[in-house]
């Protein structure tokens, strides 16, 4: 397109030229349709309407990146006891399949744990079925860790190296008082 239009500049000045030396001054409409006329010009936009478009197979894929589709704690309030453990799991998947799926991992630090602990999708360590794409930890809460509202955070690994992170909120309360 820039070769079309910049032949047709020269092109342009070249006429004006010509034409002004000889004092037979052309109109822009006359001009353009002199031009339009000459086979160089008629074969660059036959080239231009019979373009079919970017060959898709040679142009490079986005990358496709894995997906939390849900975060869920089970129960998703404890009291601040440290005895009560509870659940995390989160649906995860990648669209070039369950294999992809390098680690899952989550952040338990706002609730007194470590901040990489490892999700299983085996049919152990209380995950209820094996190679479901739900991805579960057990874990409980610190005496240490300050009673409200504690952020969760999951994040999902493929083997192309994309990542993606979810979070969700575990409600921590006082052990309830005694009540006459």
Not at 17 to 33: P, R, W, Y
Not at 51 to 68: C, E
Not at 81 to 109: C, M, Q
Request: charged fraction near 20%.
């Amino acid at each position: 397109m820039k070769k079309l239009a910049g032949a047709l500049f020269l092109a342009i000045i070249l006429c004006r030229m010509s034409f002004a030396a000889a004092q037979d001054v052309m109109t822009k409409k006359e001009v353009i349709l002199k031009l339009s006329a000459s086979d160089t010009v008629k074969k660059k936009i036959a080239e231009l309407f019979s373009w079919n478009g970017y060959d898709l197979s040679k142009i490079r894929q986005a990358i496709p990146t894995p997906v939390i589709k849900n975060i869920s704690l089970m129960p998703d309030k404890v009291p601040l006891d440290g005895a009560v453990t509870f659940e995390v799991a989160a649906i995860v998947e990648d669209p070039s399949g369950p294999e992809n799926i390098s680690g899952v991992r989550a952040n338990l630090i706002a609730v007194g744990g470590l901040a990489n602990l490892l999700m299983v999708d085996n049919g152990l360590y209380g995950d209820k079925k094996a190679f479901d794409q739900v991805y579960t930890l057990q874990t409980s809460v610190t005496q240490k860790t300050s009673p409200g509202p504690k952020e969760i955070a999951v994040a999902a690994a493929n083997k192309d190296g994309w990542v993606a992170l979810a979070k969700t909120t575990l409600e921590i309360y006082k052990s309830p008082p005694i009540i006459k």
